[in-house]
């Protein structure tokens, strides 16, 4: 293998790994508790009542891995662009005031003061056009069990209305709204130590004559709320993201003095200097979460990833890439991915059979955002150039002592 060029860019978004099946990537419900219920009308409130279940209550509860399937009346894909391999669809089309739930209880490390929790949602509602407490709901809530009471700028409630921001009339039938898939990050910091119940309830119509139901994707990375701060050393520029589901986003330095631009994510060049602060004001969609600030350091990382320097192999011999034999200073805070092509669109995984002579692209990611690239360079034996001068060639039916 020939390292052609190693080059060290600053982050995309990258973070830490969730608790275990936070998002259901174990294709199962292991970890998260399931609820059945009614919804109904208490002095003119809606009240929901649950309770819990040991199995999947069937089409109420429902795993999706199919990445091609749409929904009947929204007809956007069942699982998010950016999700994982599996969504849960809670609810159903049917009626009867059904109520349907899960809920995970999260202990957010002792040693994070800044912890995130993002998840995906999209929910479809019928709209009958009933007093608000008999509308169709989707719920998204966590709670402190300490306190026993629920976080407000963590807490959200979806009621089917046809002014409810963000939400389109179908196209299938038009009594019934729904809202594509949207991220929310729910900012966790100065929970560290405490235990959390994070909640999803889709409910019916509490007349019993209407649906609503919702699908969720959570996040399988968990970390802090500025990613891309730490960055390796050699970059030129730093690519810097806040979280998911916010209105407005707007960078600063440490004194405000400078603004360094809008959205949710930017490009600092030249790179910050060494220590310096960086600071971040989100903006919320109305009526969806409180106005914060938070802050990130910028740090650098000394590590570029390095590689054989000349590999040729027979052809079809299979090489894993990724392995110690290939990537020479291998860390064990890095994920290291393999590529075919400069791009970095069209990722290979496993063993790869080379066939030819080729080029292939290695990707190093810590979970601070650190990014390095090699190009590797592999090729075949040319077995046409190999010459056998000595014993001399025999006969097909001859013996020969090589």
Same mark, same amino acid.
């Given at each position: 293998m020939l390292l052609i060029a190693v080059i060290a860019i600053p982050s995309k978004l990258s973070a830490q790994t969730c608790p275990e099946n936070i998002g259901f990537e174990n294709g199962n419900f292991s970890n998260w508790k399931l609820f059945t219920g009614l919804s109904s009308i208490d002095k003119n409130k809606n009240v929901i009542y649950t309770n819990e279940v040991n199995n999947p209550a069937s089409?109420?509860?429902?795993?999706?891995?199919?990445?091609? $399937?749409?929904?009947?009346?929204?007809g956007f894909s069942l699982i998010p662009k950016n999700g994982g391999?599996?969504?849960?669809?809670?609810?159903?089309?049917?009626?009867?005031? *059904?109520?349907?739930?899960?809920?995970? #209880? #999260?202990?957010v490390p002792a040693d994070r003061p800044e912890f995130t929790l993002t998840y995906q949602y999209a929910v479809v509602l019928e709209d009958p056009n009933h007093p608000l407490e008999e509308q169709p709901r989707f719920i998204a809530r966590v709670k402190d069990l300490e306190k026993n009471a629920y976080i407000?700028?963590?807490?959200?409630?979806?009621?089917?209305t046809s002014s409810l921001p963000g939400?389109?009339?179908?196209?299938?039938?038009?009594?019934?709204?729904?809202? $594509?898939?949207?991220?929310?990050?729910?900012?966790?910091?100065?929970? *560290?130590?405490?235990?959390?119940?994070? $909640?999803?309830?889709?409910a019916d119509c509490a007349l019993g004559g209407h649906f609503g139901y919702a699908y969720v994707?959570?996040?399988?990375?968990?970390?802090?709320?500025?990613?891309?701060?730490?960055?390796?050393?050699?970059?030129?520029? #730093?690519?810097?993201?806040?979280?998911?589901?916010?209105?407005?986003?707007?960078?600063y330095n440490a004194d405000r003095s400078v603004k360094y631009g809008s959205g949710q994510s930017i490009t600092l060049k030249p790179t910050p200097t060494e220590?310096?602060?960086?600071?971040?004001?989100l903006m919320p969609y109305d009526g969806f979460g409180c106005p914060?600030?938070?802050?990130?350091?910028?740090?650098?990382?000394?590590?570029?990833?390095?590689?054989?320097e000349k590999n040729t192999v027979c052809e079809n011999a299979e090489i894993d890439f990724t392995s110690a034999n290939y990537i020479l200073n291998k860390n064990e805070g890095f994920t290291y991915l393999v590529y075919q092509d400069?791009? #970095?669109? *069209? *990722?290979?995984?496993?063993l790869v059979k080379i066939k030819q002579n080729s080029k292939y692209y290695i990707k190093a990611t810590n979970y601070k955002g650190c990014e390095s690239f090699a190009t590797i360079d592999v090729a075949l034996f040319d077995i046409a150039n190999i010459t056998v001068k000595n014993p001399p060639a025999v006969c097909y039916n001859e013996t020969v002592d090589i």
């Open positions: 089409g109420r509860h429902t795993l999706i891995s199919a990445k091609t $399937e749409k929904d009947f009346y929204g391999n599996f969504t849960v669809k809670l609810g159903n089309n049917g009626t009867g005031a *059904q109520v349907d739930g899960i809920s995970y #209880l #999260l202990n407000p700028c963590a807490s959200f409630e979806y009621v089917a939400f389109t009339k179908s196209k299938v039938n038009n009594s019934v709204i729904y809202k $594509e898939w949207t991220p929310v990050t729910i900012n966790l910091s100065g929970y *560290q130590g405490k235990k959390l119940l994070i $909640e999803f309830i889709s994707d959570v996040n399988n990375l968990c970390g802090d709320l500025i990613v891309g701060n730490t960055y390796c050393k050699s970059a030129d520029e #730093l690519n810097i993201s806040g979280p998911s589901g916010f209105k407005n986003y707007n960078w220590g310096s602060k960086i600071i971040l004001d914060s600030s938070v802050e990130a350091v910028v740090h650098s990382v000394d590590y570029q990833v390095m590689v054989q400069k791009d #970095l669109t *069209q *990722q290979v995984t496993g």
